[in-house]
């Protein structure tokens, strides 16, 4: 055990017990999985991406490129989890990742033997040659070696849902300039949200032994927590994680509902997105230690010296009994005080820097030996043992350690503020890149700004949330505080140079010679230099690594690193799961369903349903006995041809289009004329696009002089009604008109059959429905129920038909009385199916036909195109390509032998020709087993279709079955005389 | 665990109301014997009747328990001054009240309930579950009333459950 025996942030009182690779060990509440694991002496934890080396935990934070764990098991499983983030919870279960057969014996390691193959760019280098052994042997290496943990491909238990934040200013961080920023604003009464990663906020107060306001640290920020949790204008949000700035000032976060917990419990989501919209926002993410880029860094007892820091002050756990300091920064002899106070040797401090009289004389206090102006060189062992050290005057000297705390500097961890594309400027004076610009309104403080001594980035976190306040008219108070004396001095030291591996991007295992080798095939942009070496691609985005690698590019091509440059960072910040992303929209709720009114009516009654657009249509209603839906469809079809059946119709879009000028509106928005309509009649129109296609077509009523009821199809309704929109508000403001969508409103039937007049007699006896009363497209309104109702005398199916519209309350009550009334008669509920046979039959074009690629005169429309008004598509409609008169046509086609199928979207050939595209003379659109006429029956689109009616043509279905000889004919296979329709 | 009630509201009047162009929301108003907001708002008239505004120059009128053939008598009163289109079946009415009431919103819509940018007589349309809604609040207990196009009850209250369980 290295649990120490005092002092830490946990709760020895709630014991835990964990388990990680199928051994048990025990925690603490407040523990981490890697503050519990270096407790208990586990230093081991996971397998490097390409090489397979053994890898320690590196850092305590979010940062952290090597502990990747998958936690939980079964489904919840989550892979590539940084076991520094994990909070630790009873019963919690990891694995390590990416090794075989296990995380101590790992033969893919002998990966390092092939050093040379996994060089920078190897990608591609090794596999460019020979090029077909990629799709066999490459590739599936490739996938087979890439990604470290693996998905359980399970379905995910969890549910994830959003919320929306607004706020005056958004404080991302909860560290001392985050804390002071969010007192300073939430005092003045502005709407603060302040968003922390971490479950306990304070940041580096929690890890560090510093003192506030005469407080230690951390009860200095639990006192700034409670303040600001009483102050009802602030919001706190832990175990929040900002991911990225967007557009608009607004933010990405993740928040980590129940993460900390075994599983979530009922009701409540995994994790949350949030979305806040900030006036202003302050960055106090504080700042990333880097690594030192030497021999042998990324072995397990190597770490961060702020890490060591805090597994020794916040979780009272020893990272090591023996270790050296290696250092450029004042903060590395922090971590040496850290390892004293708690009782781990130190064998050494090293200090890049020349000595100064301050550093001399802590080092006297502390009793460690210190070597001024000396670097390590390379660490010994699988796990470390030793570190080699090179002096200042030159000789090596070799310490024992089991653990080296590097301390290289402090990098602001800015990335959110470069997501809108300001690129990051050198500093020379923190020896970083910091923000130069940022995206609106968004502020950096504190160590993201480059102020690192506490005491001043208390003072600068209050002083950028008081200049944000004043941009919006608000004054505020900045508070004073006192904090501990916090030297912030560095120096730069980049790179150790040696023979041993010195890794740069731990992650994915980048190393200084494999930049230097970029640099020498000529990748010398930053970006090259990312992309051929895959240096901060991994799901860390180079956090630790990114600055070391720009800066060993730098001087392998001799230029600063300002000149040198850096990347930009994209969103997410951290890594995001899909899941939560998705949210509540996912499997059944992928998108909303909109149901008819009859829907369950229609339920009951044994529909199967089909999609049509967000709409749930019923497709056909099986009986008992029928084993297949052309036996359903047929029967449906029969019914309704030869008595009465009724379909819901409800879904076709309807809009009212009002005011004096409603019908000038229509005659520019349809080919054909709508003014000159008579009230109390119903007209069949087309609508071209303005490029002279067809858009859609429908029925339009006038049901008084100002006052039209437009369709549309199920699937353009919202289409035209922005159309229609469009056309009264932008290209004819003038005109007198409005329109509502009304698609909702009104339940709608087609009840169609040459019964269809004797059940509506039944439903409506006061009503005369005789021919002369009410013909083919009359159309009126009257009260069924107590309410406004309507019928039309229209018909799809080209049966004597009507449709009736109740309001949309009312459909069911409809759909019950016409079946109760229409029992003698037959009365036969149908679906999309055999609507679709009968309008086919009918040769009456449908979605297959208004494709977007269709003339008026392609779907045999063209006499409607009125010459005497202008219309929308007018002009383009005459365009040399679109009256050409080999463009292809609506035709009708039968099989010669009267029995083969044919199928939607064959192609149509000349006889005898070969099967090639020069050939191809148009498809089949529409295709149905025609129970009226007994043989199977198709529309398609011909070359000059309308001459050729009568001519034999090969339909060639190359991949669903053999060729079909047939018949093309003209498209109306049913009632050509339109006997039927007229009663 | 917040406190939410909610109710799905039945029997209620909705009439979609477009003045004719050029005409002043006041002369809609006068017809109809209130003010007729001219931005997005709900206004109250002394018999339980109210105008939402959802745009520029329309409204919603609504009447929790309007007499048989509203929109009819509607649309004769504003007989040259407004285009109107019955909608009382073409939205379904979700009443949402407690201090509950508010989180389930902002966990639905991407704009602003806290009381200073929406209050008793606000009104917005919005999209909630990529389902089109217009919202409005009735007092400050807060009490809402979500209206969304009928189709989409099942899915909307869906939604509404998942939310709600999650309070």
């Known amino acids: 055990m290295s649990r120490l025996a005092n002092g830490g942030l946990i709760d020895r009182a709630k014991p835990l017990r964990f388990r990680f690779d199928g051994r048990d060990y025990g925690g603490f509440a407040g523990d981490t999985l890697a503050s519990a694991l270096v407790a208990n002496g586990v230093r081991l934890v996971g397998r490097s991406f390409k090489y397979h080396r053994p890898r320690g935990i590196l850092t305590a934070a979010s940062e952290e490129p090597n502990a990747l764990v998958t936690l939980r098991e079964g489904a919840r499983a989550e892979p590539n989890t940084r076991a520094t983030t994990v909070p630790l919870f009873d019963g919690l279960v990891a694995s390590s990742q990416n090794r075989w057969p ?20 190897f990608y591609y280098k090794t596999f460019m040659w020979p090029a077909a052994f990629w799709e066999k042997l490459y590739e599936p290496l490739i996938r087979r070696a890439a990604g470290l943990g693996k998905l359980s491909m399970l379905p995910d238990p969890d549910t994830y849902d959003r919320e929306h934040g607004f706020c005056d200013l958004l404080v991302i961080g909860g560290g001392p ?14 709407r603060v949200i302040l968003a922390d990663e971490d479950a306990t906020s304070g940041g580096r107060l929690l890890a560090e032994r510093h003192e506030v306001d005469d407080l230690a640290g951390h009860d200095w920020a639990a006192r700034a927590m409670a303040e600001l949790a009483s102050l009802p204008n602030v919001r706190l949000l832990p175990r929040t994680t900002v991911f990225g700035a967007y557009d608009g000032r607004e933010y990405a976060c993740v928040e980590r509902v129940c993460d900390h917990l075994a599983e979530p419990p009922p009701g409540q989501p995994r994790q949350r997105l949030w979305k806040i919209v900030a006036r202003h926002a302050v960055l106090a993410t504080g700042a990333i230690e880097r690594p030192v880029v030497f021999g042998g860094n990324d072995r397990p007892g190597v770490m961060m010296a702020s890490a060591v820091s805090t597994y020794l002050n916040r979780f009272a756990a020893a990272p090591g009994e023996r270790a050296v300091v290696f250092t450029a920064t004042d903060s590395g002899w922090a971590t040496a005080r850290d390892l004293v106070r708690s009782g781990v040797a130190v064998a050494a401090v090293v200090d890049s820097r020349p000595a100064g009289e301050a550093a001399r004389r802590i080092a006297r206090t502390m009793a460690v030996e210190a070597l001024f102006g000396a670097v390590v060189t390379q660490a010994h062992g699988r796990s470390l043992r030793a570190v080699s050290v090179r002096t200042a005057t030159g000789e090596t000297r070799r310490f024992s350690c089991d653990l080296l705390a590097m301390a290289g500097g402090w990098n602001p961890a800015i990335g959110i503020g470069s997501n809108l594309g300001a690129r990051p400027v050198w500093s020379e004076a923190i020896h970083g890149f910091v923000l130069d610009a940022t995206p609106p309104d968004l502020a950096p403080a504190g160590a993201a700004r480059g102020v690192f001594a506490l005491g001043e980035a208390l003072a600068d976190g209050a002083r950028v949330a008081a200049a944000a306040l004043s941009e919006l008219g608000r004054a505020a108070t900045v508070p004073a505080f006192t904090a501990s004396e916090d030297p912030a001095g560095s120096a730069p030291l980049w790179h150790v140079p040696g023979k041993a591996k010195a890794f740069v991007d731990f992650q994915h295992d980048v190393t200084d010679s494999d930049v230097e080798l970029a640099a020498c095939e000529g990748f010398v942009s930053i970006e090259h230099l990312k992309r051929y070496t895959t240096l901060g691609m991994a799901t860390d985005q180079g956090k630790t690594s990114q600055l070391n690698g720009h800066a060993l590019l730098a001087a392998a091509t001799g230029r600063t690193i300002a000149e040198a440059g850096t990347v930009l960072s994209r969103p997410p910040f951290l890594p995001v799961s899909i899941g939560v992303l998705a949210g509540h929209h996912r499997g059944k709720d992928f998108r909303p369903v909109r149901k008819t009114s009859a829907h369950g009516w229609s339920q009951a009654r044994g529909a199967t349903f089909t999609d049509a657009g967000q709409w749930k249509r019923a497709q056909w209603f099986a009986l008992p006995g029928e084993n297949d839906w052309r036996q359903t469809i047929d029967r449906e079809v029969n019914a309704t041809r030869n008595g009465v059946g009724i379909c819901d119709v409800s879904t076709l879009g309807k809009i009212d289009v009002q005011g004096p000028d409603a019908g000038a509106l229509l005659d520019r928005l349809y080919i054909n004329t709508f003014s000159t309509l ?21 029925t339009t009523t006038r049901f008084a002089e100002d006052r039209f009821f437009v369709t549309t199809t199920t699937v353009n309704a919202a289409k035209v009604m922005q159309h229609i929109d469009y056309a009264r508000q932008v290209l004819w403001p003038e005109l007198d008109v409005q329109a509502t969508s009304v698609t909702e409103q009104w339940a709608t039937y087609a009840v169609a059959g040459p019964r269809s007049r004797a059940l509506l007699e039944r439903l409506l006896p006061d009503i005369d429905l005789s021919d002369a009363a009410f013909p083919y497209m009359a159309a009126r309104e009257l009260v069924w129920n107590d309410r406004s109702a309507r019928l039309f005398r229209l018909s799809f199916s080209g049966d004597l038909a009507y449709e009736i519209a109740v309001p949309a309350s009312q459909g069911e009550a409809l759909v019950q009385a016409l079946f109760a009334l229409g029992a003698d008669l037959g009365a036969t509920p149908y679906g999309t199916e055999a609507l679709g046979v009968m309008r086919i039959e009918k040769g009456h074009p449908a979605g297959n036909e208004l494709n977007g690629t269709t003339t008026a005169t392609d779907l045999g429309m063209g006499r409607m195109m009125s010459a005497r008004k202008d219309y929308i598509g007018r002009i383009m409609a005459k365009r040399p390509g679109l009256t050409d008169p080999d463009r292809p046509a609506l035709v009708g086609l039968r099989p010669i032998d009267g029995t083969s199928r044919i199928r939607g979207g064959a192609h149509l050939l000349p006889e005898g020709a070969p099967p090639v ?9 529409s295709a149905a087993h025609s129970p009226t006429l007994g043989t199977p029956i198709a529309l398609g689109l011909l070359r000059r279709g309308r001459e050729r009616h009568g001519e034999r043509i090969v339909v060639h279905d190359p991949v669903r079955g053999a060729d079909v000889l047939a018949q093309v004919c003209d498209a109306v296979f049913v009632d050509p005389e339109g006997v039927r329709v007229r009663g | 665990m917040a406190e939410l009630h909610r109710e799905a509201r039945s029997g209620f009047g909705l009439v979609a109301i477009m003045a004719r162009k050029d005409l002043a929301a006041g002369a809609i108003g006068a017809a109809l014997g209130l003010e007729a907001p001219t931005r997005p708002g709900i206004a109250w008239a002394d018999d339980g009747i109210a105008l939402i505004g959802t745009g520029q120059g329309t409204w919603l009128a609504y009447a929790e328990a309007p007499p048989p053939f509203w929109a009819e008598a509607l649309r004769e009163r504003l007989d040259g001054l407004a285009s109107v289109s019955d909608q009382s079946d073409g939205y379904a009415i979700t009443r949402l009240w407690g201090e509950g009431a508010r989180t389930v919103l902002q966990r639905g819509a991407a704009i602003d309930f806290h009381p200073q940018a929406f209050g008793p007589g606000s009104a917005a349309t919005m999209v909630i579950a990529h389902i089109g809604a217009i919202v409005w609040q009735r007092d400050a207990r807060p009490t809402f009333e979500i209206a969304t196009f009928r189709s989409y009850s099942d899915s909307f209250r869906h939604w509404l459950d998942q939310v709600a369980a999650a309070l």
């Open chain 1, 102 to 121: 296990s995380l101590s014996l790992d033969l893919m390691a002998v990966n390092q033997l092939a050093g040379p193959l996994f060089a920078a760019g």
């Open chain 1, 177 to 190: 300039a985050g804390l002071a920023a969010a007192l300073t604003a939430g005092r003045a009464g502005a």
């Open chain 1, 678 to 698: 008579a009230v109390g009649k119903a007209r069949y129109g087309v609508m071209l696009r303005e490029d002279g296609f067809v858009m859609d077509d429908g």
């Open chain 1, 917 to 925: 595209a020069a050939h191809d003379e148009g498809y089949v659109t």
